[in-house]
Every structure is written in C-alpha cells, then in structure tokens.
T-cell receptor, first 112, second 113 residues
C-alpha cells in the first residue's frame, strides 16, 4: 500500500504559482499518481494524473521525478477559486484490496 | 450524462434506525466505492465493488452493508444507525485499469441523533 505524505496547509496570493509536493516512497511499479481537488460540501474532483515525467492539462501540471518517490502538483497563477483541499493518491485501487487511502490532503488558501 | 448521483442529499436518523443511501452512475463503470468523510478529515473507504455481484470491504466497513445487483447502482445500507456514523458519505464510480480515475457524487450528509 502506497502511503502518501503532503503538507497539511499552504497559503498563496492571487496570481502566484503554487506547488504542492506529495511523498510516496513505496510506490509500486504499476501505480499511477492522481490528484483530486475538493471544495467544501462537494465531492472530490479529478485534476490530473501521471505515471512518470511531466503531464500538463488545462488546469495544472504534474511533475514526477525519475524515481517516482514524490510528485509535485503545480497550479499556475492561482485565483481565489482555487482555494480548496488537494489530495494526492497513489496506487491501483482494487489491486490492493480496496485499501487505497485518502490522506489528510493539503488545504490551499489563496488570498487576494 | 448525469455522472454519479446520490440520494438523499440530507438525512437525519435516530439511533437504531436503518436506511439506505442510494448511488447510481451512467458511465458504465465496473468499479464503484463508498467513502465517508468526517469533519476536517480525508475520505475513508467503506466498501467497494469491482462489478455486478462482487463487493468487498474497505477500511471502515463495520455497520454498513452493500450490494451490487446492476452495473449502475450501488446502495449503501446502514443497519442500525449510531451517532458515530454521523458523516458525509460520497459514492464514487471508477474507470478501469490502469488509471482508476474516480468520479464522485455530490454526497449525502447524514446526522444520527
């Protein structure tokens, strides 16, 4: 089971780039790395997913070093609406007996 | 395409009562899951299913039952509600391997008094 560690909280200002790093030292060979965003009173929403190197979509970028023991979610030019909790998940949910665990997540607060 | 729907949105139960939380998806995903989220906490997996007729326990299964008679529906039953089950419940529908991308419903906020 790949355990993940993220900072509990981060603060930023509008227009800045935010990088949230997740450590996952015991990631397995076939594990993907997935990030979710959750607003209060809503279910988590998929942001981005990657296996290695760099992935970019219209919302974020995901950087994964060669050893895959960590990953960094990059949010360019954040706005107030990016204030949310961000979760990093690693693994193949059902291959691991359904024990995939959401951690505490990183609470991002964007200030004007 | 509604995605994942959950009913009800809110529910108040008395201790000892039973109820069923409904979850449906229209994405033809084989994999579905139930999570609970307590205030200030991450999500904890209750039960999951890898296809119709197949279910298994997650991290916190006690006090809950599930069944999966169709691909679309995955109801969660609380057998005898307890105040410790006061939480927000999320259902998720998941794509298959290798990516297992999860799509979450809007949640059911349950209070047990």
């Amino acid at each position: 089971l790949a355990k993940t560690t993220q900072p509990i909280s981060m603060d930023s200002y509008e227009g800045q780039e935010v990088n949230i790093t997740c450590s996952h030292n015991n990631i397995a060979t076939n594990d993907y790395i997935t990030w979710y965003q959750q607003f209060p009173s809503q279910g988590p929403r998929f942001i981005i997913q990657g296996y290695k190197t760099k992935v970019t979509n219209e919302v974020a970028s995901l950087f994964i070093p060669a050893d895959r023991k960590s990953s960094t979610l990059s949010l360019p030019r954040v706005s107030l609406s990016d204030t949310a909790v961000y979760y990093c998940l690693v693994g193949a949910l059902y291959n691991q007996g359904g024990k995939l665990i959401f951690g505490q997540g990183t609470e991002l607060s964007v200030k004007p | 395409n509604a995605g994942v729907t959950q009913t009800p949105k809110f529910q108040v139960l008395k201790t000892g009562q039973s109820m069923t939380l409904q979850c449906a998806q229209d994405m033809n995903h084989e994999y579905m899951s139930w999570y609970r989220q307590d205030p200030g906490m991450g999500l904890r997996l209750i039960h999951y299913s890898v296809g119709a007729g197949i279910t298994d326990q997650g991290e916190v299964p006690n006090g809950y039952n599930v069944s999966r008679s169709t691909t679309e529906d995955f109801p969660l039953r609380l057998l005898s509600a307890a105040p410790s089950q006061t939480s927000v419940y999320f259902c998720a529908s998941t794509t298959g391997p290798p990516t297992y991308e999860q799509y979450f419903g809007p949640g059911t906020r349950l209070t047990v008094t």
